[in-house]
């Protein structure tokens, strides 16, 4: 039996960013659903693994872990020697710095609103709220930006190695070229788009979006 289970969606952007970094570390792992989207999330038993109803929460041991930001640094330690983790403190605050910018800012701006309202809800036969779309493009250009602005690049967004924060913004350019608004939103990140070119063909991202 794998000593690691993700319960989530896997369609879910953080939990793809846990199964990546155990695909990059070559670790064994088991993938439970749990369907953010019929209820299954809100149910009394996921409930009682993660009080808020979101997905990834990771199993690791008998011990239950929710927050990715939490996940991954556990996963980074124990099962990949703190690869994915500068050691240099600058780039270890970078890192750190793109993980926050995600969370707070390009997530609920690029996945909340544009790519709910682009791809989820007319999947469910609802109609996009274009209202919401624009309302989002500039705080989601904000963010990238941000991003750019503190981008290595040469190939990854810290330097020669694949760090998580790789890993946090992989899954919103996963969605975000789907949508028109991706032009807009990344007209001012030529770094960026070299980025993604390079990214979006390693194995294990193929691998986590197949
Ligand atoms: N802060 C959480 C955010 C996780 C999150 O927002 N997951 C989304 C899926 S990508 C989710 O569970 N959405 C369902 C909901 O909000 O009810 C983390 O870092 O793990």
Redesign the pocket.
Known sequence: MAKFTIYGTPI???VRIVRLLLEEAGVDYSLKSVD?FNGE?QSAEYLAKNPF????TLEADGELI????AIVGYLDAVVADHKFSPSDPLRQARMRQIMAVV?SYLYPAVIGSIVIQRLIVPSQGGKTDEAKVASAVAPAKTAMEAIEAITVGQPYLLGTDLTIADFYLIFIFTYLCQVPEFEAITAKTPKLRVWWEQVRQLPNVKKVTG
């Open positions: 879910s952007v953080y953010i999330s109803g979101k997905v990834p929710y927050e990715t930001s969370d």
